[in-house]
């Protein structure tokens, strides 16, 4: 059974971090591209950063450049995202997602909740 399985979310003041994990179980995701998205109240989901399977290429959305950063560790299936200076507009529910390529999502995690207080 595939899962993706994300943690590292919380309740944080505007200006603080948060480092979230999402760890792959069920199968090999080493060639597969890895993403972080979220979804606000109200709001449709949206990509935050993307990954390609070799670490070598990554996106990011115009509002999160230069405050979060996409990684992964293929020896350990966990793709990570670090949020810095995190504002209120930031709150939502955060996804992780792999495919077979950038772009596309075959497997979506749960979602895990992160709350920036002004």
């Known amino acids: 059974q595939v899962q993706l399985a994300e943690s590292g979310g919380g309740l944080v003041q505007a200006g603080g971090s948060l480092r979230l994990s999402c760890a792959a179980s069920g199968r090999t995701f080493s060639s597969y591209a890895r993403g972080w998205f979220r979804q606000a109240p109200g709001k449709e989901r949206e990509v935050v950063a993307d990954i390609d399977w070799s670490g070598g290429s990554t996106y990011y959305a115009d509002s999160v450049k230069g405050r979060f950063t996409i990684s992964r560790d293929n020896a350990k299936s966990t793709v990570y995202l670090q949020m810095n200076s995190l504002k209120p507009e930031d709150t939502a529910v955060y996804y992780c997602?792999?495919?077979?390529?950038?772009?596309?999502?075959?497997?979506w995690g749960q979602g895990t909740q992160v709350t920036v207080s002004s």
């Open positions: 997602a792999a495919g077979r390529r950038v772009g596309m999502v075959d497997y």
